[in-house]
């Protein structure tokens, strides 16, 4: 039996993390060290380097995930290791690890075998404390604005219409709506609240897509938390909160560096879902990232049709970062699962069943290029029991598809496995030598409903969207209040392009329902939530945290 991914991330040999910083050309007393083997670099110096020429941007993206397993940050890492090996200068972009999946059942976010990034141990579980810093923030608006209540209500905040919710970074079903202020006039006004995961706050949100501490600060103070009896909005900087927010957030704002088990550098920084938030790490780490090395690799969560979209249609447009390629992951076991085959038979080899699931990675690579706009690469992450004949057929499809793959097997070799792979993202590269501007999903002018209807129709392959009566008129209240010329972030199922988890393959002519509209103005976008997902998960019927123990000697055990 082989090594788990714990096992082979603690018996990985580290360098101090100054070493690490040094391949990069960052001096020491711009290096906070957390331990030995993580640190953040200070703001102060990522600023002076903000007008260095900036690298190419891979942007790493996959198929729909599946309870196989697609491997997207496996590849990030593996990726970068390579491009390493390969002579370029390279490092990668990943987004931390939330609790909520690491006690739950998708895991952790440092990649797999050996292809992660490390300390795995402390990077899964409290990190350097980012996360706990969003959610004090997050919790201290959330306070500040019940006592502005219980104290007088100067600035008449209509109790019904409070919408800001506190945040936890476990996944708690019990927790989502929930009723405060119960017991007596001295514990403030009952009315009704909930959590949502801190990975959909949009006090991450805004961390991950701040510009600088001073940016930061202004976002935090836009955030709307309430409305009057006559509809207008109450905003955190209304309350004097967003100056006691940064304050929280002022040491978390600065990017986390570690490395790959092959010593790779990896800046670690901010974790938004995608299926609920916008599923990118932080610009900060993916900017600075881009003026200290020739390559660097990023990920957006889940498949093209969200992370990949929200990537482009949020993070590009609000920061100009513009990314030369995309990589698109896919795996046998994955697209057999999307042509109807149960995961316990997925090792048999089924051509016929890969063969009907392509229409998935079709569809994500139609995203890619033709709504897009990004030259492709499939990555084909190989697994040991992947037939001969499996892995042929993928690649005749790839051929047909006029898309150029690579079969990399990282998660056993590291990066040697991903060479081939890493030349031929430097080839298509080298063929697009300045980076075009991506072609939005949708353009900026056009009102918040037909940027929904748009992400429907040419992304999710829907007919149309609906919503009731109550949602299209907070829809056009937000369009008449000014915040139409915000893009639309969707809070939708991460397994299907339809709202139905169970809808496989590439389903068209289905309709999207609208749920429920949120504004986020600090974050400067309008959550969609659509169908029946949730902003605070629930675990498991076996979560994951029941195999997580602690030895005698404080080694943990049990954590993937």
């Known amino acids: 039996m082989g ?97 909520g999946p690491v006690f739950g059942m998708k895991g952790g976010a440092c990649g797999g075998g050996y292809a992660q990034v490390v300390p795995m141990e402390d990077i899964n579980l409290h990190f350097t404390g980012d996360f706990a810093a969003i959610a004090a923030a997050a919790n201290l608006l959330a ?16 109790v019904r219409r409070v919408s800001w919710r506190r945040a936890l970074d476990v996944n708690d079903r019990a927790l989502r709506d929930t009723v405060i202020g119960l017991g007596g006039t001295g514990n403030g006004y009952p009315r009704e609240s909930g959590f949502d995961i801190v990975v959909a706050s949009e006090v991450m949100a805004i961390f991950c897509l701040a510009t600088s501490l001073a940016d930061l600060k202004q976002r935090l103070g836009e955030i709307v938390v ?20 940064t304050a929280l957030l002022r040491d978390a704002l600065a990017p986390n560096l570690v490395q790959t088990i092959e010593h790779t550098p990896a800046f670690v920084h901010g974790g938004p879902f995608a299926n609920i938030a916008h599923g990118c790490n932080s610009y900060l780490a993916t900017g600075s990232a881009l003026r200290l090395a020739d390559y660097v690799v990023t990920e957006a969560g889940f498949g093209a049709d969200l992370g990949g979209e929200k990537f482009v249609d949020i993070l590009c447009r609000a920061t100009g970062l513009r990314p030369s390629l995309a990589v698109v992951v896919a795996t046998v076991r994955s697209l057999k699962y999307q042509g109807g085959v149960d995961v316990a038979d997925l090792p048999r080899e089924d051509v016929p069943a890969l063969q009907r699931g392509l229409v998935n990675l079709e569809r994500h690579l139609h995203i890619v290029r033709d709504v897009l706009g990004l030259p492709a690469v499939v990555a084909i992450n190989h697994r040991a029991e992947d037939g001969e004949a499996e892995v042929a ?34 080839a298509e590269c080298t063929r697009h030598p300045e980076p075009a501007e991506p072609a939005y999903t949708y353009p900026s002018e056009a009102t918040l409903w037909d940027k929904m209807t748009a992400i429907a129709t040419r992304v999710y392959g829907a007919e149309g969207i609906t919503a009731d009566s109550a949602v299209r008129a907070q829809i056009q209240r937000l369009q008449d209040d000014g915040y139409g010329g915000l893009p639309v972030c969707v809070a939708k199922t991460q397994y299907s392009f339809s709202t ?32 029946s997902i949730m902003t605070m998960p629930g675990l498991p019927a076996r979560p994951a945290a029941a195999s997580i123990d602690v030895d005698a000697d404080g080694k943990i055990t049990g954590l993937f």
């Open 393 to 426: 057929a993928l690649l005749d499809a790839c051929e047909r598809m006029g898309v150029t793959a690579s079969v990399a097997t990282h998660f056993t070799d590291g990066g040697a496995g991903a060479e081939d792979l890493a030349r031929k993202v430097v």
């Open 143 to 158: 306070a500040l604005v019940d006592n502005h209540i219980h104290h007088g209500n100067e600035l008449g905040i209509d």
């Open 3 to 99: 090594l788990s991914n714990i096992e082979i991330a603690q018996a990985a040999q580290l360098r101090p993390i100054t070493e690490i910083a040094a391949t990069l050309g960052i001096p020491a007393d711009a290096v906070i060290p957390y331990g030995t083997t993580k640190a953040k670099i200070a703001l102060p110096y990522l600023h002076e380097i903000g007008d260095r020429p900036q690298g190419r941007l891979i942007l790493m993206t996959g198929t729909s995930p599946t309870p196989a397993g697609e491997g997207k940050s496996t590849t990030v890492v593996g990726l970068g290791d390579a491009l390493n090996r390969i002579g370029e200068k390279a490092m990668i972009c990943l987004r931390e690890p939330a609790q």
């Open 500 to 531: 139905d988890p169970s809808a496989l393959g590439a389903p068209e002519g289905h309709t999207v329902n609208v749920r429920e509209v949120r504004l986020a103005a600090g974050a400067r976008f309008i959550v969609m939530i659509c169908g």
């Open 226 to 245: 309430a409305y009057t009896r006559d509809r207008r909005p109450v905003r955190a900087r209304d309350l004097n909160a967003h100056g006691a927010m």
